[in-house]
């Protein structure tokens, strides 16, 4: 696609239930990224992911939290009994090369995560 | 620890020059990214350094000097749409990025 793509856009959810954040980076991306960016804030890294390897998570919280990107594309992020403190923007990125070297990241537009 | 500083915001007229500072401390060092976020958007790349200097890009320079970890980006012919947070990252040893918390720029006419 044009640019990375997240869904859904936003999410409202009770607390204790569980979700699933989409992203699906641009076509030919290798590397993929999560972070989680609360407002007034710089973006939070969570983990990333080489293809289909999930390279570093030392960023998730907790291990209520986890991903996969099981075809080397398309991405989820999954929060399990979710709780208020989880909310937040939930920020996916791609960028070309295998993440070996610094190169310019692109952002999605983001899933606003608000949980009652 | 790693670390990165830049003022919180910053006010400046339209038609004016305004100079946003960065300062770092990480674990290694492997180039200084600047991303331009608006609010309620996604944060796009506006410029990277790895050597010491300017690299001027159009309206926007960004200045490195890795000795004193620190970082500037220089905003020229301020235009209303420059109204944004400006973010500052690190590639760290890792090549991961260790963000700022981002400076707001206000633009006033």
């Known amino acids: 696609g044009a640019g990375v793509s997240q869904s859904p856009r936003y999410k409202v959810t009770k607390r204790g239930q569980d979700v699933a954040l989409r992203c699906d980076p641009i076509?030919?991306?290798?590397?993929l990224y999560w972070y989680r960016q609360a407002l007034g804030q710089g973006p939070e890294f969570l983990t990333y992911?080489?293809?289909?390897?999930?390279?570093?998570k030392s960023g998730l919280p907790n291990d209520r939290f986890s991903a996969e990107r099981p075809e080397g594309s398309i991405s989820t992020l999954t929060i399990q009994r979710t709780e208020q403190r989880d909310s937040a923007m939930y920020r996916c990125?791609?960028?070309?090369?295998?993440?070996?070297?610094?190169?310019?990241?692109?952002f999605g537009p983001g899933t606003r995560l608000l949980v009652l | 620890g790693q670390n990165i500083d830049q003022p919180t915001e910053m006010t400046a007229t339209e038609g004016a020059i305004v100079q946003i500072n960065c300062t770092y401390q990480?674990?290694?060092?492997?180039?200084l990214f600047w991303y331009q976020q608006h609010a309620g958007e996604a944060p796009t790349f506006l410029s990277y350094?790895?050597l010491d200097g300017l690299e001027e890009k159009g309206r926007f320079s960004s200045f490195l000097s890795r000795s004193k970890g620190y970082s500037y980006l220089l905003l020229k012919e301020l235009q209303m749409k420059d109204s944004a947070s400006y973010l500052c990252?690190?590639?760290?040893?890792?090549?991961?990025?260790?963000w700022g918390a981002g400076t707001k720029l206000i633009i006033k006419p």
């Open positions: 990125a791609s960028s070309r090369g295998v993440a070996g070297g610094p190169e310019t990241q692109y």
């Open positions: 990480t674990s290694g060092f492997n180039g």
């Open positions: 992911f080489n293809y289909e390897a999930q390279q570093d």
């Open positions: 350094n790895v």
């Open positions: 076509s030919g991306h290798v590397s």
């Open positions: 990252a690190v590639a760290d040893s890792n090549y991961q990025l260790i």
